[in-house]
């Protein structure tokens, strides 16, 4: 069973240009979850997707950043324009189960990690 | 609000030593935790995790925690590290949401050989 999968791996942009990160969850996961870690701090939450609806987006920093998941599957995170703060590691993660971290787990995708220069 | 402390954002010991992980966590009810280990160019991996029962959880790979309520902590252990342990580990906690989880800064835990 193939895992969470992300692109890209990694991405360097300029300033004020846009960018797009793609997750693919695992096939069936209804729920999908981006969080980002910037500069060596902590992993923080972004968003929740159940199937393409937004279930929680309380993290998402300002609206530079759209998250989308259209027809529930794969998932994507824009960002537009960047700045040099949204430099870090973004990670996607998936799982079937709507009561994720008490009954089951996220699995984690290996991240994208973007640099803005 | 949730909140997790992990002390020391670099751990190393020697192979066969005891690895011992810190984290202290605020939370303003019973709390859910996590931790959470990240190896070289790989995604996080749930090593193990508290909700309810036993405080002494087993993980994977040998690793186990204690959540010990009057100390607010669950700090991870191990009797005796590999070379395959370097990695770095994330100690959480379940959010208000249940959308979430609170991760604290990491710790990168090196071994000596």
């Known amino acids: 069973e193939a895992g969470v999968t992300q692109f890209p791996s990694h991405s360097v942009i300029e300033k004020g240009q846009t960018v797009t990160l793609r997750c693919d969850p695992i096939?069936?996961?209804?729920?999908l979850y981006w969080y980002r870690r910037v500069m060596g701090k902590e992993i923080k939450f972004l968003l929740h997707f159940v199937k393409e609806s937004k279930q929680d987006e309380s993290g998402m920093p300002n609206n530079r950043f759209l998250a989308e998941r259209t027809g529930g599957t794969y998932s994507t995170l824009k960002v537009q324009p960047a700045e040099l703060e949204d430099s870090g590691v973004y990670f996607c993660?998936?799982?079937?189960?709507?009561?994720?971290?008490?009954?089951?787990?996220?699995?984690f995708g290996q991240g994208t990690r973007l640099t803005v220069v | 609000a949730q909140s997790v402390t992990q002390l020391g954002s670099h751990v190393s010991v020697s192979e066969g030593a005891l690895v011992l992980l810190r984290c202290n966590y605020s939370s303003s009810v019973p709390p859910y935790l996590f931790w959470y280990v990240q190896y070289p160019n790989q995604g996080l991996q749930l090593l193990l995790k508290y909700t309810t029962g036993a405080t002494l959880v087993k993980g994977i790979n040998g690793f186990e925690a204690e959540f010990k309520k009057s100390e607010t902590s669950f700090h991870l252990t191990k009797p005796s590290a590999h070379m395959s342990d370097a990695a770095e580990y994330f100690c959480a906690v379940l959010g208000s949401s249940a959308s979430k989880i609170i991760f604290g800064s990491g710790t990168r835990l090196s071994i000596r050989p």
């Open positions: 096939s069936g996961h209804d729920n």
């Open positions: 993660a998936s799982s079937q189960d709507p009561e994720t971290y008490l009954n089951t787990e996220a699995f």
